[in-house]
């Protein structure tokens, strides 16, 4: 395998009893590489990328992230863990904590951070996601944008290398969009390797270096955005272009 592989996974099958959700899948990211993947609902995107961190187990092939075998040891999905960081489209922050102790918890739990330590990151990367104001609110008290830009900053935390997206913008309200995506244009500019599951067109044109596009459980087409949106080749990917062009 080739040194700049961050993720590479190969023949993968997956099912979930008789439904073949996966079917034979290759898909594989270059170190620092921007994927968006796309597909109508159902087309096996979220298992796809659940799989990368090892959150859904797998029925065949190999799945290697930074060249460490998922399922190799128990050991080794760990360290692929906190390489890997999941943002979901619900957010997934814990309600109980204010917003700073939901970014320093798993530091201090997993990483064994000190409290004063996790906190000065906690609080500069609530500067980068731009709510720095709000360290001491309670989720409740947030918007869905500003829930979901809490969420990046919390699985920046980690100091992640890898970042998978699944549609974290399609549960929010459209004006609070805008400044989730703006959070995900400047990662997308540093070293982060990312891949989103999201029909974010603007997004994926503008950071994108590749459009892989899904359906029922097999990757039909991958091109570049400009390519893949100007002049996609399969008829699946021309009529769910038009589909969302039609929203
Ligand atoms: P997408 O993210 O593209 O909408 P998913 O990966 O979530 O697709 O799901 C693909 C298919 O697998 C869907 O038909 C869905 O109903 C089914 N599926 C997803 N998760 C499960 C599960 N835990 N058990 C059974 N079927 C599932
Ligand atoms: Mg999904």
Redesign the pocket.
């Known amino acids: 395998m080739s040194e700049n592989k961050m993720i590479n996974m190969t023949n993968i099958d997956k099912y ?2 008789d ?1 073949h ?2 079917k034979n899948i290759d898909f594989n990211v270059k170190k620092g590489e921007i994927v968006v993947v796309c ?12 799989c990368i961190n090892g959150l ?1 187990d797998i029925d065949d092939g190999q799945i290697l992230v930074d060249s460490i075998d998922i399922h190799e040891s128990k050991k080794n999905l760990k360290a692929i863990r906190e390489e890997v960081g999941m943002v979901f489209q619900h957010f997934n922050l814990f309600p109980h904590l204010s917003i700073v102790e939901n970014i320093t918890i798993a530091q201090t739990l997993v990483k064994k951070i000190s409290k004063k330590d996790a906190a000065k990151i906690a609080m500069d990367l609530l500067r980068k996601v731009k709510l720095e104001e709000k360290a001491d609110s309670y989720p409740g008290d947030l918007s869905g944008g500003q829930k979901q830009r809490v969420a990046i900053a919390r699985s920046l935390a980690m100091k992640p290398k890898v970042l998978l997206f ?2 974290p913008t399609s549960a929010l309200d459209p004006e609070t969009i805008g400044d989730v995506l703006s959070v995900m244009k400047d990662l997308a500019r540093e070293n982060y390797t990312i891949v989103c ?1 999201t029909h974010e067109m603007g997004f994926a044109k503008e950071v994108g270096d590749r459009i892989v596009f ?1 359906d029922h ?1 097999v990757i039909v087409e991958e091109n570049s955005p400009d390519e893949f949106f100007n002049n996609p080749k399969s008829d699946r990917a021309k009529q769910f272009l038009n589909e969302i062009l039609a929203h």
């Open positions: 979930y009893d439904f959700v996966l597909g109508p609902s159902g087309s096996g995107k979220s298992t796809l990328i659940r859904e699944d549609e599951v899904m459980g």
